[in-house]
């Protein structure tokens, strides 16, 4: 039998290892695994390259991972949030170094790493300093920078609810960058706020086939925690 | 001269806005845009980070920050609204199925270039977001800025000198005392409040501006 | 108010034209839109493009389409099935173009033209016959081939159910090229089984968002149409 | 010689198909591994039309026609199983998800190139369905064919004379005499049927091939 849940948070990410490049799902707070960024922080790896939409913001998930210094370089689209002082004090004290990479690039170059593609001439960023020293090439009257897959040898996701085979459903906009991450990681380690039978997500319905997981990890929300 | 305040400037930009269309309010000011559009028209929003269908605030005690706009504030789900991962959203940006997206500038240039991610000051934190990714994905990008700056100079320009988002992606902008297409031909005076004159227009932005008639 | 539902399915293809290009979901019968063709058949447009993962078979469906000397080339990945005489002969006959495309890159070029990407770099068919001619690169030690976007001026589907607005579920693995057809055409077309009220499709499971979506036409059932 | 029938070759397959593998089983011949899975392993097969999880063919008076494999066959779908669009079955496909893929062939080379397409007759129309994204995409593919034609000529050659479908593919080649790994080393014998030697496998072949001791 299959069953890809483990029993604890710090089982769930056990294999990190040090120089590790690591997605982290969510676009501010929705969708962001902070507890399983709580973990990794626990674990103790370091020298980690962070893919992620943004660089933390306020004490919690990858802020305090910035904070914690276990973070070498960040790939994302949206770094300067309010309360991103953690990130801000690293980069400028150059101990931290970014790739900025327009949000729909960073998705389409995810994408590009589930699905095995080589390269994509995508048009975003064209003529900008983004595209800087970036090959370029005009198709049918409009102009595209080449950009390259974006793999990860693991990514954090966090989803509403999954099963033992690793079958997830999502919740609103946390969804956000879960199951392209999930596709594009070695090894996709996801945090649910609900483990359940085989068979009870609609198959109609499921967002992110069991193909793409490796473990799941059952974490009480934080609302029910504090009740319980 | 009326100037228009940031209100009114939302309201013009709404009308422009047809029944059925598909559009991308930006951060900051074009989010108001949604305030002025017509209760009677359906009209779709789409939020970059995975909804279509967005409706307005929720009441404080309905606020869910699992249903946040890209501005990170909270918004309501219309009946016949749908959620999709960041794949599927950027698809539906660059893919050119968004009707009309409305953004803020720090710089439109006459052929429509847009500068509105960096203002390239050297201590600055670079951060882009979807701002490239909308400047070329609709089928039309509207602007909405004050025409000047603090200073007093032209944001609609010649040639941009901030970084640029996008080239030759605007369509027309919205500011607080005219509209104007731009784009291959250059900048055009689509209408200008009371009591500015084409001149003084001119002379606000050092352009070589004309005026044309729009059908109503 | 919106609705894109039209009272009839010869309303759905009122515009096509001459020389289209036309997308049409299914593989095999599954999720083929067979009443669409039908109305397409009797609108009477010819020389017209067919992007499909089939070639037709049998006496439906595109089968009808090319028996009725409408298509002037296919581009898809598997014409010769069994009972597939209709393509056959009109393709012996030198009279219909075919463009060969192996499945995964049919469904990526798709995929590319409703993503807005310019062209890309996939794996499929390098130093294979279907590469002949075409640009090659070695990216990280890996050989792909240059593929450009297939974009249609009209694609044809067949969902289970949808809204007025033209929200989509399908059924079952009649899904198919749907989705990703539904994004790259100039116009979508899409013959519904059921339309429901609007709000009545779980926004968490609605499989194509609106946007992609332009004209519905509900289409009863064949099995119901006859029992009725 | 105890040559291998089609249902002793499926069931020397199922052997080397560890539970937990996510694996797609070509049409044909491969198909019918399926029957020879242990059910008391939790094995996840994949089909390309747009399911995971497929089950066993179902019960006459349960077909369904929109529940089918990639060779137009009713199957049944598993509790667990899911469905998705032609788009995301080929990311699984060509994003190296899959585990293993199983194929029949033409020609299998030494090397691991793989025809099994195309005949290259003239007057053929050509097909390729998802042949080629199978044979690039899975992490290990798998061959399942006799090792002769009804010719007597050996279809693992030192170089494909077929049409490829893809290049250094193919990790292992299952026949009804022999078991080969093929790759960068050649190709190396892994078994052979009771009653045949290597020595007439090297005749057979026209191979200069060694026998490999596999770790049981």
Not at chain 1, 4 to 28: R, T
Request: net charge negative; charged share 20%; with cysteine.
């Amino acid at each position: 039998m299959i069953d890809k849940v483990v029993g604890s948070i710090q089982d769930a990410v056990a294999d990190l290892q040090d120089g590790a490049s690591i997605m982290i799902s969510g676009f501010g707070d929705a969708g962001s695994p902070h507890e399983l960024i709580d973990a990794v922080i626990e674990h103790g790896a370091t020298d980690l390259t962070i893919i992620s939409n943004n660089a933390g913001a306020g004490e919690h998930g990858i802020a305090a991972l910035i904070k914690a210094n276990r973070v070498r370089k960040v790939i994302c689209s949206f770094p300067r949030q309010a309360a991103s002082h953690h990130f801000e004090a690293r980069y400028r004290a150059g101990e931290i170094e970014l790739e900025l990479v327009p949000q729909g690039n960073l998705a389409a170059r995810i994408q590009a790493a589930g699905s095995g593609l080589g390269a994509i001439f995508t048009p975003t960023g064209y003529g900008t300093l983004l595209a800087e020293g970036k090959e370029t090439r005009e198709i049918d009257g409009r102009n595209y920078v080449l950009e390259y897959p974006i793999h990860a040898d693991f990514a954090l996701v966090k989803a509403l609810a999954g099963d033992r085979w690793g079958n997830l459903v999502y919740r609103k906009v946390a969804r956000n960058f879960g199951p392209i991450m999930a596709m594009a990681a070695a090894k996709t380690i996801v945090q649910v706020a609900d483990v359940v039978e085989l068979g009870s997500l609609d198959p109609e319905c499921i967002v992110t086939p069991s193909i793409f997981v490796d473990t799941l990890v059952r974490v009480v929300p934080r609302a029910t925690a504090v009740a319980a | 001269m009326q100037r228009l305040n940031r209100e009114a400037m939302a309201a013009r930009v709404a009308k422009d806005i047809p029944e059925g269309a598909y559009v991308n309010l930006g951060i900051g000011l074009p989010t108001m845009v949604a305030n002025f559009l017509p209760a009677e028209k359906e009209i779709f929003l789409q939020s970059e980070n995975g909804l279509l269908g967005m409706g307005r605030a929720p009441a404080e005690t309905d606020v869910d920050w699992e249903l946040i706009n890209a501005g990170k504030q909270p918004v309501t789900l219309l009946a016949g609204g749908s959620f999709f991962h960041h794949g599927d959203s950027f698809s539906m940006m660059r893919g050119g199925h968004i009707d009309i997206c409305v953004l803020g500038a720090f710089q439109v240039s006459v052929h429509g270039d847009l500068a509105n991610w960096h203002t390239g000051a050297p201590d600055a934190i670079p951060a882009v977001g979807g701002a490239m990714d909308l400047a070329i994905g609709a089928k039309q990008v509207f602007v909405m800025m004050d025409l000047l700056t603090k200073n007093g100079e032209s944001k609609l320009v010649k040639a941009c000198t901030y970084p640029l988002t996008g080239l030759a992606c605007v369509s027309r902008v919205y500011t607080d005392v005219a509209v104007f297409d731009v784009g291959a031909a250059g900048a055009r005076v689509v209408e200008i409040v009371d009591g500015l004159s084409l001149d003084e227009l001119r002379a606000l932005t050092h352009l070589p501006l004309e005026q044309i008639l729009e059908a109503a």
